[in-house]
């Protein structure tokens, strides 16, 4: 099946500093990548889709300004969690999705998630 | 390496019970999630199993053996609105999701 990487697998970092997390499909072309968090025994709460080379959707709750996603290529989709706080500290995970094309079937595939703990 | 399987698709009559199948081997195990996932849509939690068992919540049940590396959904009453992608996701010992790729659940009337 498609694979989605994501790096880093783990931060730690400091109140006040700023976070990248990279998403990539490894063997094909996503034009829509979403991004989830989840806190500890809960659901993925989307957080936000993003479409190739157009500004991410982001859901109601969200701050666009604090968690900057750019998705400058087919492949790669960046989310970056601006002036961390403690907060903030949980597991995000981005998913790629795979258009219907011919099959008909919609599929998202999703990457291994990425622990955030801000101190 | 880890993975975690379960079938591609399954087919079911409306008003039946339905079983989703789902093994397991991961470095570490922190808990089994299975989620709904309907098409162009983000997933939704369904449960969360960490000890051996049953874990009933209305129509759907989920169940678990560790020793087994093993768990289940079961579906019943099965409604139209049920026909959904179902993903099964086991929470390893680095606290990491590592996701089957879904069981498509389609159901006939």
């Known amino acids: 099946g498609a694979v989605v990487s994501q790096h880093p697998s783990r931060v730690i970092c400091k109140s006040g500093t700023s976070v990248k997390i990279e998403c990539r499909s490894l063997d094909f072309q996503a034009t829509t990548m979403f991004w989830y968090r989840q806190f500890p025994k809960q659901s993925l709460m989307l957080m936000a889709t993003?479409?190739?080379?157009?500004?991410?959707?982001?859901e109601q709750g969200v701050e666009k300004d604090k968690f900057l996603i750019n998705h400058a290529s087919l492949t790669l989709s960046t989310l970056t969690v601006t002036s961390a706080h403690p907060e903030d500290s949980s597991f995000y995970i981005c998913?790629?999705?795979?258009?219907?094309?011919?099959?008909?079937?919609?599929?998202?595939?999703f990457g291994p998630g990425t622990r955030l703990t801000v101190l | 390496g880890q993975n975690i399987d379960q079938p591609t698709e399954m087919t079911a009559t409306e008003g039946a019970i339905v079983q989703i199948n789902c093994t397991y081997q991961t470095s570490g195990f922190n808990g089994l999630f299975w989620y709904q996932q309907h098409a162009g849509e983000a997933p939704t939690f369904l449960s969360y199993?960490?000890l051996d068992g049953l874990e009933e919540k209305g129509r759907f049940s989920s169940f678990l053996s560790r020793s087994k590396g093993y768990s289940y959904l079961l579906l019943k009453e099965l409604q139209m609105k049920d026909s959904a992608s179902y993903l099964c996701?086991?929470?390893?010992?680095?606290?990491?999701?590592?996701w089957g790729a879904g069981t498509k659940l389609i159901i006939k009337p």
């Open positions: 993003s479409n190739e080379g157009s500004k991410a959707t982001y």
């Open positions: 996701a086991v929470m390893d010992s680095n606290y990491q999701l590592i």
């Open positions: 998913s790629a999705r795979v258009s219907p094309g011919t099959s008909g079937l919609d599929t998202q595939y």
């Open positions: 199993n960490v």
